[in-house]
Structures are given as structure tokens and as C-alpha cells.
């Protein structure tokens, strides 16, 4: 391991661009094939990348830059034969585990036959044996499960009565299951985190690279380091620093108007609270709207509302 990066610009790789210019870059599977390990604790000792990052994603027809979110980051076939799909979210969607559910589903279900469909030929036996495990990895800049601090999750096709999964049984450690759902929550504590996974999380945090992290990381480093980006992908990353500062004073500004807006509700709740509880013990309503500042109209309406 070379001597700590700390040269350039670096920017947290949440972002579309980055983050698919670290893990789905064909010029550094090593990069992926260590992501992959570590999130699913599997041995891997090969990746291919189907969708390889290129700036040109970011093209229109004409040549020109514009800003676009691909809908599955990365995907990546595994020397096994499985399939990884790799993503990030930096907000939480409604109905997003189905919708985590429904890609791995159909990317299990479009490799039927596959091996097969060129020469028309194969029994639906056969057909059915070109199905390999297909498992997503999902980043997430927000917490999806709060019952636990753990951020790495994992759910698989489990038989809860005999603690078994249905998967290949290939009696090799980590996950074993024909689909499976993994989740990186970022804002959890990482101490529970062990090995690579917590250089990972340091990764996207933006934090320093540790001098302990697998020599691969140096490379991850330096991909989200502005002295190695192009001018195009400088400028669309500034595009999604800007769009994600955006979303952040929207964000602020919400929370902001709705904790104006609630303690404005408490406060009025308290006063009509406070001016039943004067009437009720014989305060005049007059000395009731001096104290409380509510019209006497509002008050005989909360007095005769109180009796009944």
C-alpha cells in the first residue's frame, strides 16, 4: 500500500457517476470483486461487468451532457455463474424493498434458457437449470430497518422451520441462496462492522483512506479524486454536488416549516387546553381571553362545546 491519497478534491461516491465509475469501472474489477467479498463474505475469483461505466452514459443522441440516474448501477456476472446487482439510493423511495425485490426477481427469471434460446433447442429441465443465484447490493445513504444498529443486512429465501436456505447448498461460506437482498445502511454506527466492511463504509463517508485498507482500495481512492476525472466528468459531478445541495435545503427547509408549523399547532392547542380547563373552574370569559388571547366568540363556542 502506496502512502495515504491526499491530493485533489475528493467527493463522498453517493452520486450516480461515482459510484458507478468505482465499482462498475472495467479497467479495476479488483475494486468490484472486493466490494462483492466483502458485502456478501463470499470468495470471488472473478467479475464481468455487463454495464461498464463510460461517461457516454451521460450523453445524449447529440454528444451533449445531461443528467441521468440509470436504473440498476451495476451489474456484474460472478466466475459461479451468479449475478450481482450493486446500487446506491441516497433517498428513501415508497414501496422500495418491492422494487429491490422486483429487479432481483426479474433478473433471476431473464436468464431461463439463455444458454439455450440461440439453437432452439434444450428440455424446460434443462432450460431451467441456466438459472443461477442472482443477489442485489444495496447502498443506502439513509436507514431502512431501525429495529437494529447493525448496518449490514442480508435476506434470503430461508426455510424458518429447519434453518435452512434454498440455494445451491455449495457448502461455501457466506450467502447461499438462489436470491438475496443485501443493505449497507450508511448512517449506522460501523463498530459492529468487521474486516473490510467498515473500509468500506469509511469509502463513502468521504473519510481518509486507512493505511490497513486491502491494497485495492488506494484505487477507489483515486477514482474519486478530481485529479483524476476528465473535464465532462467534472462538470457533471459538480451537477450533482449542485442538485444534491439542492435537495438538502429542500429537505432542511421542510423540516424547518413543519417543526414552525407544529409547534404554532401545539401552542394553539395549549391555549384552547388552558382556556377549557379556566371555564371549567368559573373563570369569566373575559379574564379567559385576556389570558389566553383567544376571542371571546372562540371561547363561548369552547364553553358551550365543554358542557355538552
Known amino acids: 500500500m502506496n502512502s495515504i491519497i491526499n491530493d485533489g478534491r475528493r467527493i463522498r461516491p453517493v ?6 465509475r468505482v465499482l462498475g469501472n472495467a479497467q479495476h474489477p479488483d475494486i468490484t470483486k472486493g466490494f462483492i467479498s466483502s458485502m456478501l463474505g463470499i470468495e470471488v475469483k472473478d467479475v464481468f461487468i455487463e454495464n461498464p461505466y463510460s461517461i457516454d452514459l451521460y450523453k445524449n443522441l447529440d454528444g451533449e451532457m445531461i443528467h441521468r440516474n440509470t436504473v440498476v448501477d451495476v451489474l456484474v456476472s460472478l466466475d459461479n455463474g451468479s449475478r450481482v446487482i450493486v446500487e446506491m439510493q441516497t433517498t428513501k423511495q415508497a414501496h422500495f424493498i418491492q422494487r429491490e425485490l422486483f429487479y432481483v426477481a426479474s433478473r433471476y427469471a431473464d436468464q431461463y434458457g439463455a444458454f439455450n434460446k440461440s439453437r432452439q433447442s434444450g428440455t424446460a429441465e434443462s432450460l431451467y437449470g441456466s438459472l ?3 443477489h442485489a447490493i444495496c447502498v443506502l445513504d439513509f436507514m431502512l430497518f431501525t429495529e437494529n444498529d447493525d448496518p449490514l443486512s442480508h435476506f434470503v429465501l430461508y426455510d424458518i422451520e429447519h434453518g435452512r436456505t434454498i440455494g445451491n447448498h455449495s ?7 438462489l436470491i438475496s437482498l443485501s443493505f449497507l445502511e450508511l448512517p449506522k454506527p460501523y463498530a459492529r462492522a468487521g474486516g473490510s ?4 463504509i469509511d469509502f463513502f463517508h468521504g473519510h481518509p483512506l486507512d493505511e490497513n485498507a486491502p491494497d485495492y482500495f488506494e484505487a477507489a481512492y483515486r477514482l474519486v479524486s478530481e485529479q483524476d476525472w476528465s473535464f465532462e466528468e467534472k462538470m457533471m459531478i459538480d451537477y450533482y454536488e449542485l442538485a444534491e445541495a439542492d435537495r438538502l435545503a429542500q429537505i432542511d427547509y421542510g423540516r424547518q416549516e413543519g417543526f414552525e408549523q407544529g409547534l404554532e399547532q ?5 391555549r384552547h387546553d388552558i382556556a377549557r380547563a379556566a371555564l371549567l373552574k368559573g373563570f369569566s370569559l373575559d379574564c379567559v381571553a385576556e389570558l389566553t388571547g383567544l376571542a371571546v366568540t372562540d371561547l363561548a363556542k369552547l364553553q358551550t362545546d365543554s358542557i355538552e
Open 15 to 20: 452520486n450516480d457517476l461515482l459510484f458507478r
Open 132 to 134: 443461477y443465484p442472482v
Open 171 to 177: 457448502g461455501t461460506a457466506g450467502i447461499d441462496s
Open 197 to 200: 466492511i467498515m473500509h468500506w
Open 266 to 270: 401545539g401552542l394553539e392547542q395549549s
